[in-house]
């Protein structure tokens, strides 16, 4: 697991939103996309649920959020 993508788990769990968390971190959208996906698919779990108006975090993210 790469620091730099629990950063980005933790921006997009504090913005609710990939392009604020990605304005914050100084990457593109797209990159913070590819963060969370891999996070997502090397953990085996989804961590955030997609809504057209942004990302609220599932039951896993919510746990991986509190441990921080």
Do not use: C, W
Not at 12 to 31: C, F, M
Not at 32 to 43: C, F, M, Q, R
Request: aromatic share 4%; glycine share 6%; proline share 3%.
């Amino acid at each position: 697991m790469e620091l730099y993508r629990l950063r980005t788990f933790l921006a997009v769990a504090d913005e609710q939103n990939l392009t604020r968390a990605a304005e914050r971190l100084h990457i593109s959208q797209p990159s913070v996309s590819t963060h969370i996906k891999a996070l997502e698919e090397g953990l085996g779990v989804t961590l955030f649920i997609r809504t057209p108006k942004g990302m609220i975090l599932s039951q896993e993210g919510s746990l991986i959020k509190s441990k921080q």
